[in-house]
């Protein structure tokens, strides 16, 4: 059987450590999560800082041309849920 990939609404998701992207990297774009800090909750670590940059996949600009939007959330939810949303739009744009 075929190993299954972590998926998102449709899009997948590669996670290293504390950095997640989230889209295919073969589009124009894709989504960077990077979990900045986290706190116990129950004995499970919980992310409760993260920064959420909407990347382009343009290979041929340098890494600060290739960030289009940056936020800090509170949640990882709250955060792939904004880099849902830029995804959407920059894909649709």
Do not use: C, H
Request: proline share 2%; charged share 25%; hydrophobic share 40%.
């Amino acid at each position: 059987m075929a190993e299954q990939s972590l998926m998102y609404k449709g899009k997948p998701l590669a996670r290293k450590g504390n950095d997640i992207y989230y889209g295919d990297p073969s589009a124009a774009y894709v989504v960077y999560l990077q979990v900045l800090t986290t706190e116990k909750k129950n004995n499970i670590d919980v992310a409760n800082r993260v920064q959420v940059m909407l990347l382009s996949t343009d290979s041929s600009l340098g890494l600060k041309d290739r960030i289009v939007r940056v936020s800090e959330k509170n949640s990882l939810y709250s955060a792939l849920d904004i880099g849902f949303v830029w995804l959407e739009r920059a894909l649709k744009g």
